[in-house]
């Protein structure tokens, strides 16, 4: 009881429904359910997408690519992610995974697959790890782990459909060509969404300045 006095003090009460109408909350949870949706829907179809076009033995490396380019993207990000504005790196994030389903959507050659997998695998680690660095860096500490377990319970209920949305999609079309634009919708959707306050602000700043001329 002395722990949450002591916590209550340090800041702002906690309250889960001004938490949620909050357009951070907002802006972190609902662009990282739509990427991890279409980052978890296509890892689960990568192989079946790939293997008739390459094959299987082929196809499997592009997921050990693939992975390896996660671990690179995420030590590369460490590098520099507390230098800059974390939404800006995680639109950076998105943008990047975008590119990389262009390419698999694209479907030029062997080389351009192998390219989209390592964009788009340099990406998967960081929208583990962004979405908590984001609240650290906007919300009260205090409430740090209140929140940031509310938005991986909404990421986790959400990406759970992205298998099967994907195969629905596939399904439905007879090819991958409708799934992959619906993940790369959702990926550029997202790429905007989080970095919407910071876009807010710039285009604030230089309503302003006209304003002052």
């Keep these: 009881q002395a722990e949450i006095a002591k916590d209550r003090s340090a800041g702002p009460a906690w309250q889960l ?23 978890v829907g296509f890892l689960t179809h990568q192989v079946a997408y790939l293997a008739p076009m390459v094959g299987v033995g082929a196809a499997g490396w592009a997921v050990s690519l693939t992975t390896f380019s996660a671990v690179v993207g995420r030590m590369v990000t460490g590098l520099f992610v507390d230098k800059v504005n974390r939404r800006v790196a995680a639109c950076g994030n998105f943008c990047i995974q975008t590119v990389g389903t262009g390419l ?33 860096q906007e919300f009260p500490k205090q409430h740090f782990s209140r929140i940031v377990g ?8 959400t990406f759970a459909f992205g298998p099967g949305l994907l195969g629905y999609l596939q399904r439905a079309e007879g090819n991958y060509t409708t799934a992959l634009v619906t993940c790369l919708v959702m990926q550029a959707a997202a790429a905007l969404i989080v ?10 700043r230089l309503s302003r300045a006209d304003a002052r001329h």
């Design 17 to 39: 429904s001004t938490v949620l109408r909050s357009r951070n909350f907002q802006t972190i949870s609902i662009p990282f359910a739509l990427g991890l949706t279409a980052q």
């Design 104 to 136: 698999l959507i694209s479907n030029v050659s062997a080389a351009t697959l192998y390219l989209g997998c390592v964009l788009f695998g340099l990406g998967v680690g960081n929208m583990i790890s962004l979405p908590a660095l984001i609240v650290q």
């Design 150 to 157: 509310r938005i991986v319970a909404i990421n986790q209920f």
């Design 195 to 204: 970095v919407s306050s910071v876009l807010g602000r710039i285009l604030r």
